[in-house]
């Protein structure tokens, strides 16, 4: 077991990682230009094709956070929510302390079925981006440009076009806008105490209308939404370096399944629900800080080998080639091989690079418009 851990640390098995992330990435892109002609004929068997297709992208994080690094994710919960998870549509309101709380809400996805057609709010530039950007665009993720009084119109057009969706889905949202830091912590609750609001001790202040307006428009076709309260045991602070290092960590997950027809329809009404939304998340942290563990029992999520699995094929699939390439190029003269070596260390630092500006984006599509409205 030494071995192996030292082994997770080598930055060989980092390359190797984003070698097989970066290019089976690029393959599955390459499938999924080529159902663009399915889409006028079929749009329904399209779609679910993108969704298998997209979870070969996406499950190689979660089989990277479960396999590779071994964190255990626990999950707090009543038993009459836990029935309907994967069995229906939701909006999933995450907490966004953590460089790695993407992987868990993506875990947590994996789990219950849901996680190869489960949609974000992300920036535009985003559907720009090879891998993870342009899979998102056949996955139909609403992408928006962060000035409200244009995206408006094209944010609804694309929730709408969700109504229809073939499978089930999850639609995960970061509703602070960005990740926690003490800075930014002071800075909103200045905003907080300006609107009269209660001050927050472990979150940021809400950005509602991103909230709002998907509630309003998957009315019909969402029937929850899952409050998840994200934490780490002993005051962890996971890191994506962390976890690709093999490092294990300890996630408590606590989620509340609250009926979509319990949400007011007001949007004014609807924003002063997800303030006060937070002002419980805040006390589950303060509880959690203090106890250890969450209000709930908790329940049995079984692992799902399917991620497992997809990573495994890829890499033996992916791996030979790229030995009798290095094989070759070890032979070849000294600048080759120098050139090369700065190549893939170049192509590891644009993968992190790349995962890094994707956790940062998610979810915060509002949030420099919002926070200068808030501070006027």
Known sequence: MGFLKMLKTQFLCHLIICYVFLVSGFIINLLQICTLPLWPINKQLARKINCRLAYSISSQLVALLEWWSGTECTLYTDPESFSYFGKENAIVVLNHNFEIDFMCGWTFCDRFGVLGSSKVLAKKELSYVPVIGWMWYFLEIVFCKRKWEEDRKSVVESLQNLRDYPENFWFLLHCEGTRFTEKKHKISMEVAEKKGLPKLKYHLLPRTKGFCVTVQN???????????????????????????????????????????????????????????????????????????????????????????????????????????????????????????????????????????????????????????MNNK
């Open 218 to 372: 998957l009315r019909g076709t969402v029937t929850a939404v899952y409050d998840s309260t994200l934490n780490f045991r002993n005051n962890e602070i996971p890191t994506l370096l962390g976890v690709l290092n093999g490092k294990k960590y300890h996630a408590a997950l606590y989620v509340r399944r609250i009926p979509l027809e319990s949400i007011p329809e007001d949007e004014t009404e609807c924003a002063a629900w997800l303030h006060k939304l937070y002002q419980e998340k805040d006390q589950f942290q303060e509880t959690y800080r203090e106890t250890g563990h969450f209000p709930g029992p908790i329940m049995n999520a079984p692992y799902r080998p399917w991620a497992l699995l997809n990573w495994l094929f890829w890499v033996s699939l992916l791996v030979y080639p790229l030995c009798i390439i290095a094989l070759r190029l070890l032979s070849g003269s000294t600048f080759t091989v120098l050139s090369t070596f700065f190549l893939c260390i170049a192509a590891s630092a644009g993968i992190r690079w790349m995962i890094g500006q994707t956790e940062i984006d998610r979810g915060s599509s509002y949030g420099n418009k919002e926070a200068q």
